[in-house]
């Protein structure tokens, strides 16, 4: 398990999957989409990309963080904020993204970014 890293999510996540950091965010975030939606979600987000404001937000604040128990927060925190803004599709869909693939993908790349400090 990471306990502290130098560099940010979203640089050890850019170097590890070959990324553009100006592509981070779009990457994330299909990159966390249930297979099963994640043409759904993409077409949304190209027509009404301000729908995912909640989820963007959330994949932004991960990429700032340094530490594993940063992202954990910003998913709690991400959830909170969605039990006060509930949508349709958010809610009965499940158009939004898998907080547990952000997770994992983020204990991952903590981790691969500690064996190499």
């Not at 759904?40 to 990429?63: M, Q, T």
Request: aromatic share 14%; charged share 25%; net charge neutral.
């Amino acid at each position: 398990m990471a306990i502290m890293t130098q560099t940010d999510f979203k640089s050890a996540y850019c170097k590890f999957y070959r990324c553009d950091p100006a592509n981070y965010t779009q990457d994330i975030l299909f990159r966390c989409f249930k297979l099963k939606l994640s043409f759904i979600a993409w077409v949304l987000y190209k027509f009404n990309p301000n729908y995912f404001a909640r989820d963007i937000e959330l994949v932004e604040k991960v990429g700032r963080s340094t530490e594993i128990h940063q992202v954990d927060n910003a998913i709690s925190n991400y959830f909170i904020d969605c039990g006060f803004k509930r949508s349709l599709l958010h809610d009965k869909l499940n158009i939004r993204i898998s907080c547990k693939t952000l997770l994992n993908i983020a204990s991952q790349i903590f981790e691969i970014d500690d064996s190499e400090s």
